[in-house]
């Protein structure tokens, strides 16, 4: 018999599932790992899907999406993110933010391209690279540097062979965020090279005490920029799978070339939910916005508190935990905490060689849920006789 593509049999399995295969075979555990709202969606939202299907509303949209729906995009980004598409050529819906990553990376690279990622990064954007027959180049992002994309970085990493580069503000795993002074440094380089840029804007309105910023608000590189954004995180919706592509009119008739064959269009229901939710569904977003910001706070001042020097992360609903002082590595530390404490969370290493020695932590569960944690948390650092100064 012939073997799989060398591609598939190289692709590691995401660390992240990893550890919550183990953790399901264990009574009484707390988990921060997953990253998905623990919010159910939103039931106007809901009903808007059932009144699709009871109107009959159960066949396949145009490619693109409804035009209904993108025109509702359009909007949205227009009057929060000061952002503009044109709804007719400039949008693609797609299956999550997932599909978006994919198609966008196939749409772009020849074979051995090179992709400029940030380490560490979101799991999926090495293994799109890889499918997609481009060779990943990393910059490295620091705590101290609070997790932004650095100017000098940027130019170093940009080779003759660099078609594009992935970046994602908020960030999971780092809760770092970028401030449109950041970008406006970026700006010069990225126009001088010509690369692309996909900006994985998923967590945009989890920004938290700053305004959202984006590469494509600056009209010199818009035409170079390829936003994912979807409904997942904000409107509480990962089930419904459904997310989209802003790009100018070659580049989205490119993605849509490949989306028309691998998916042909997102699901109808789903995309009648998407636009109840963009119309009325604002208030649900400050809401749970509101809850996570109160959950950030306490969690970031319990692990400062018992000496897990941790930064403020200004968006998404990710804490990077920094857990170096311990003298043990994220795995090590992860499944030790399982193991003892029976809390689980995500090792740094998961999202890249240089996200050693911190581990994820999710606050999109309970206040009560996220103070038991901490309390075993902090159980489990006495017990490994951990010294804070
Ligand atoms: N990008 C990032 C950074 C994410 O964290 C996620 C979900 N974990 C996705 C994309 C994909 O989200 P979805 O496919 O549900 O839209």
Redesign the pocket.
């Known amino acids: 018999m012939k073997s799989i593509s060398t591609v598939v049999e190289k692709m590691k399995p995401s660390g992240i599932r990893k550890f919550f295969d183990l953790a399901s075979t264990m009574d009484d555990v707390i988990s921060l790992g997953v990253?998905e709202p623990d919010f159910s969606t939103p039931w106007h939202i809901c009903q808007a899907a059932m009144a699709s299907m009871a109107d009959g509303k159960t066949h396949y949209t145009a490619n693109r999406g409804l035009l209904e729906l993108r025109q509702e995009i359009a909007t949205f980004h227009k009057e929060h993110y000061q952002q503009s598409y044109d709804p007719q050529t400039e949008i693609v819906v797609t299956v999550?933010?997932?599909e978006a990553?994919d198609i966008s990376m196939r749409a772009l690279l020849n074979p051995g391209d090179e992709v400029i990622v940030m380490d560490p990064n979101?799991v999926?954007y090495e293994p799109a690279v890889a499918l997609a027959g481009g060779v990943c180049v990393p910059i490295v992002l620091t705590k101290e540097n609070e997790f932004k994309l650095k100017p000098e970085d940027l130019k170093a990493a940009i080779s003759p062979k660099t078609k594009a580069m992935i970046i994602?503000y908020p960030s999971?795993p780092t809760g770092g965020v970028m401030t449109h002074e950041d970008y406006a440094k970026l700006v010069p380089i990225l126009k001088e090279s010509g690369i692309f840029v996909v900006s994985?804007e998923?967590?945009a309105e989890l920004s938290f005490d700053q305004e959202f910023a984006s590469l494509s608000q600056f009209d010199e590189v818009r035409d170079q920029i390829i936003v994912i954004n979807?409904f997942?995180k904000a409107f509480a919706m990962?089930g419904w799978?459904l997310?989209y592509i802003l790009a100018n009119a070659p580049l989205s008739k490119a993605i849509t070339k490949i989306h028309q064959y691998v998916i042909m269009s997102a699901s109808v229901a789903s995309q009648y939910a998407a636009i109840e939710a963009l119309k009325n569904g604002y208030p649900d977003v400050v809401m749970m916005r509101e809850e996570y910001n109160h959950r950030r706070n306490l969690l970031v001042n319990r692990l400062n508190a018992m000496g897990l020097h941790t930064n403020m992360p200004h968006g998404t609903f990710y804490v990077f935990a920094d857990i170096r002082k311990t003298g043990l590595n994220s795995e090590t530390f992860c499944s030790q905490l399982l193991e003892k404490e029976h809390v689980a969370c995500v090792p740094g290493n998961a999202f890249g060689p240089h996200g050693e020695g911190f581990i994820r932590i999710s606050y999109a569960y309970s206040l009560n849920h996220i103070k038991e944690a901490c309390v075993r948390i902090e159980q489990f650092l006495k017990d490994i006789d951990y010294q804070k100064e």
Do not use: K, L
């Open positions: 990253g999550g933010g997932s990553i979101y999926a994602n999971n994985d998923i967590y979807g997942s990962t799978r997310g």
